[in-house]
């Protein structure tokens, strides 16, 4: 080997192993908040349950870790099992393995490429009157155009959804328009100004019409469905599914942006009852008064099936966060794909299952092969692939 890759691969594993440090820092100061603390400080885990975690990190992952997560899950799921995944070890370790090397991620994350991808699979997704990426405005045939037929289309569009499509979460940036004759019927924004507040990167896009079940929950929101599939050894999984409900005037059902989110089947049968981030609890929604116990969505293993069938598109990438909704029709529309920061915690919660199940031992044992490599010779055992014993 050349003394130039030498030094090539050297950087590579000091600038990488300084970002898993910062990115597992970053989980272990999510846990300085009151509100959290307030959470952790309901519950403490028995002499026995410490000693299982313990056991079982040990022997497949090579080392303890700390019991802040198992209790964080007691907590809110009311439920221990000590194959409950850690955050600490999902985003920092898992999600970052699985979705080497970064510069994929960074292309496929970007949300105006999701609509090729749809095309392609088969899958609806919400129609662009107009997109902007590098500051390049296209159509909804992704014909370029200039920025006063942009301006244009946008100002006589009527209702739209508005985000931007590189470097956002948890509904930042995201709003419901209304134009005409160039401007926003409730704020007054022009379409000009909605220009310069979204940036370089963004679509606006015609609203969707959900299915009657969907909109009975909180008609104000898309709300959405969070399907995360991950490649293991070539096959294509699913984690447990969770339905993400806005809540109030909002237009966006991200836990973070205040709505509240709850397990559902494969099936499409929701859980007895919804979260919030900081573990407020309903039975029923407090908006509609839709009880979820026994409610049932329509078009749930649709959207599974065409996750997997969009998935397998993007083989560079080993896991995935969809954000889907169901049509009028039942059939599924796909929002958006998370590549990064996409989190399990939601998921375990929401459930009160682990999210990989059985698979998690073997799980931790990759990683703690994973671990024990140099970061550029991690590629090339993606998605599993090692002889584990």
């Not at 050349?2 to 989980?27: M, P, T």
């Not at 014909?143 to 499509?165: D, H, M, Q, V, Y």
């Amino acid at each position: 080997m050349s003394l130039k890759s030498d030094v090539k691969d050297g950087l590579y594993d000091v600038l990488e192993n300084v970002k898993i440090h910062r990115a597992r820092q970053a989980e272990i100061a999510k846990f300085k908040d009151p509100k959290r603390k307030s959470i952790l400080s309901d519950v403490e885990l028995s002499s026995e349950q410490m000693r299982a975690i313990d056991k079982f990190y040990v022997e497949n992952y090579g080392r303890k870790i700390p019991y802040t997560w198992h209790r964080h899950n007691l907590a809110i799921s009311g439920k221990f099992d000590v194959r409950f995944f850690p955050e600490l070890l999902f985003i920092p370790e898992f999600e970052r393995y699985m979705n080497m090397p970064v510069a994929y991620a960074t292309v496929f994350e970007d949300k105006n490429l999701l609509p090729l991808f749809a095309e392609r699979a088969g899958v609806r997704t919400p129609r662009p009157i107009v997109t902007s990426t590098s500051g390049v405005l296209r159509n909804f045939d992704f014909k370029e155009i200039s920025r006063e037929t942009a301006l244009n289309l946008i100002g006589n569009c009527g209702a739209c959804f508005a985000k931007p499509t590189v470097g956002t979460c948890s509904g930042e940036g995201c709003g419901s328009y209304c134009f005409a004759s160039g401007v926003d019927a409730a704020t007054g924004t022009t379409a000009e100004e909605l220009f310069e507040l979204l940036g370089s990167d963004f679509t606006v896009q015609e609203v969707i019409s959900c299915h009657s079940s969907v909109v009975k929950l909180h008609p104000e929101s898309v709300n959405t469905l969070r399907i995360m599939t991950y490649r293991w050894q070539g096959e294509l999984r699913s984690l447990p599914l969770l339905m993400r409900i806005g809540r109030g005037k909002s237009a966006v059902d991200n836990a973070h942006a205040g709505g509240m989110f709850i397990g559902i089947s494969n099936e499409g049968l929701l859980a007895p009852s919804a979260l919030t981030e900081f573990n407020d609890r309903f039975e029923k929604h407090p908006d509609t008064g839709v009880v979820f116990q026994g409610y049932k969505i329509a078009g749930v293993p649709g959207a599974i099936d065409a996750a997997k069938r969009m998935h397998s598109l993007m083989p560079q990438m080993g896991l995935i966060s969809w954000d889907f909704t169901i049509g009028e029709d039942g059939a599924p529309i796909v929002i958006e794909a998370n590549i990064r920061g996409g989190s399990i915690w939601l998921s375990q919660m929401a459930n009160g299952i682990p999210g990989f199940g059985d698979a998690t031992a073997e799980i931790l044992r990759w990683l703690r092969f994973m671990n024990n490599l140099a970061p550029h010779e991690r590629l090339k055992y993606k998605f599993g692939y090692k002889d584990l014993g």
